[in-house]
């Protein structure tokens, strides 16, 4: 069980300060003897005051993957459908016990799946005589593809004598 994930959302807001309506200053008369200016009146706090707001969010993480984490460095990702190979059917025309052979042609990896299994992102439909159909959910949407058996690489083919 994966703990949930928080993080947090933290909004910094300077506001300046109201400004206080400025006193009429009493200004004394000028003592003509000792020859001084009037002293002026203290000024109003003008400094700006810092709002600090925060949100808090939590993420339930079961059964799903860690958004923080990169698509392209997972290995849910692979094997892509363009990778696979279907290269043998045990089929059972009731449909219950059929048994597909898959390689991976860029890792040589090879998969014996069933209908229900899941590779990487796909999911076995269906498997028929000569293919297999999966169910490929993507970004919340799912669609089906046929992966049909490989024909025989011409090239490799012994001549009759």
Known sequence: MKAPISFALILVSVLSAPKAPAAPAKTPAADPRKGALPLPAPAADTAPRVLINREVFQYDGDGRRDPFVSLLNTSDLKPLLTDLKLVGVAYDPRGQNSVAVLRDVTSKDQY??????????????????????????????????????????????RLRQ
């Open 112 to 157: 014996k799946v069933r209908v229900g299994q899941t590779i990487g992102r796909m999911r076995v439909a269906a498997i028929q005589p000569k293919a297999v159909i999966f169910t490929i959910e993507e970004f919340g949407y799912s669609r089906q593809e046929l992966l049909p058996i490989a024909p025989p690489d011409s090239t490799k083919m």
